[in-house]
């Protein structure tokens, strides 16, 4: 199934270019009181979520996806985890260009580990990317995203396809420079997701998907996730031998070699197989 939040936090079932209002199937969900929990309700009840998306879908009211806002398909990830260099053309393009490593030391992934993201970072793909300090390199990355279905702790690479709730496409957007990473790409707007959820059933095997991202119709990152160095079961394995992974984290896997910069005006549009695709506009944060 494909879920996708849209408008005003209306909750859609995607049908080929058609959206299914079933936000009625929040209802579903159980009452929460103060102090909230810090995981992704939804997505910790998406069994209940999608028998009732599915009762509701045949009579719900239908939109053209060409007509809606697209919003994140996770409405409160607790953690963004993203995994540094982890394809191999792309390290080597890193170590090649002093614009992109800026004489920050560059490890290995398994000697870098992994960092996070701010989740206030994060917006959909009608939401578009507001750009900051313009007077530097702002980059592109387009990264396969995995949304974490239920709580994972210490969880071996053979059982971690089990955790995953599915699918996305992530935005990585960077501001190349000395400072720490998770500072340079935690700017509002800089983690793009979308354009919604595929459910994990649709996607047997995460490491082979193509996947690409284009700036202005010109081709800029193409590759499939068989390159990546760490694998989503290895990511899964390594991230939550040092914390726990809650229903709604997500994990950015890493993007492979083209990055380049984006500049307001550009048009993004990214596509990762069996997810499906979505154009995202980059505007100057000063302009709001
Ligand atoms: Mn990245």
Redesign the pocket.
């Given at each position: 199934m494909k879920i996708c939040r849209f408008n005003d936090n209306r909750l859609g079932v995607v049908e080929g270019d058609n959206v299914r209002d079933v936000t009625e199937a929040l209802a579903s969900l159980p009452a929460a009181s103060y102090p909230f929990p810090s995981h992704d309700v939804l997505i910790e009840n998406l069994m209940q979520i999608r028998q009732a998306a599915e009762q509701l879908a045949p009579r719900a009211p239908t939109f053209a996806l060409a007509d809606v806002k697209l919003l994140s398909p996770i409405g409160n990830p607790g953690k963004i985890v993203?995994?540094?260099v982890n394809y191999k053309k792309h390290l080597a393009e890193v170590l090649g260009d002093p614009e992109i490593h800026n004489d920050n030391q560059i490890s290995h992934i398994q000697r870098a580990g992994l960092f996070l993201k701010a989740t206030s970072s994060v917006v959909g793909a009608s939401d578009g990317v507001a750009l900051r300090k313009l007077d530097r390199r702002n980059d592109h990355?387009v990264?396969l995203a995995v949304v974490i279905g239920k709580a994972a702790n210490n969880v071996s690479r053979e059982d971690a396809l089990d955790y995953v709730a599915g699918y996305t496409i992530g935005l990585?957007i960077?501001i190349r420079g000395p400072e720490e990473r998770s500072f340079r790409k935690s700017p509002d707007t800089y983690t793009v997701l979308g354009p919604w959820l595929v459910t994990s059933d649709e996607i047997a095997k995460p490491g082979e998907l193509d996947f690409s991202i284009s700036v202005n119709g010109e081709v800029r990152q193409k590759s499939n996730t068989r390159e990546l160095i760490l694998g989503v079961p290895e990511l899964i394995e390594f991230a939550s031998s040092f914390y726990t992974l809650q229903p709604g984290d997500v994990i950015?896997t890493?993007?492979p070699e083209g990055v380049g910069s984006i500049k307001p005006g550009d048009t993004m549009f990214a596509e990762v197989e069996n997810i499906g695709s979505m154009q995202v506009a980059v505007r100057d944060a000063q302009e709001g």
């Open positions: 993203a995994a540094p990355e990264e990585d960077t950015i890493g993007t």
